[in-house]
């Protein structure tokens, strides 16, 4: 029922930001009490979370991440986007949206995006 589908540049040069779009069909991303969330993994590492908005737009970022990572979200297109900065070839991974639930002492992932490659090179 509900899709998620990441959209955006494949290849991002070292220093410029990285820019990628997260188009939700089927559901709401204003809908309690789910979170919108960017994950991403490179080869021989494991799943890193990167950060996630909230349906009422509140903004959380993982630590090592933190200070270059910018989430947004349009609510009118139903989509939410993910900023990375000042990247290098560290950044290079898959990158993928994903939908978690958080309320009370529930919480749980339910859909993903099928991921898209972005490399960081010249």
């Known amino acids: 029922q509900v899709q998620l589908q990441e959209s955006g540049p494949g290849l991002v040069k070292p220093s410029q930001t990285l820019s990628l779009t997260c188009t939700v069909s089927?559901?709401?991303?204003?809908?309690?009490?789910?979170?919108w969330t960017w994950i991403r993994q490179s080869p021989g590492k494991k799943l890193e979370w990167i950060g996630s908005?909230?349906?009422?737009?509140?903004?959380h970022y993982g630590p090592s991440l933190k200070s270059r990572t910018t989430i947004s979200r349009d609510t009118s297109k139903n989509q939410f986007t993910l900023q990375l900065s000042s990247v290098t070839r560290e950044d290079t991974a898959e990158y993928y949206c994903?939908?978690?639930?958080?309320?009370?002492?529930?919480?749980?992932?339910?859909?993903w995006g099928q991921g898209t490659q972005v490399t960081v090179a010249f």
């Open positions: 908005i909230s349906y009422i737009g509140t903004t």
């Open positions: 089927g559901g709401s991303i204003t809908t309690t009490y789910y979170y």
């Open positions: 994903a939908r978690y639930f958080a309320y009370s002492e529930n919480y749980y992932w339910d859909y």
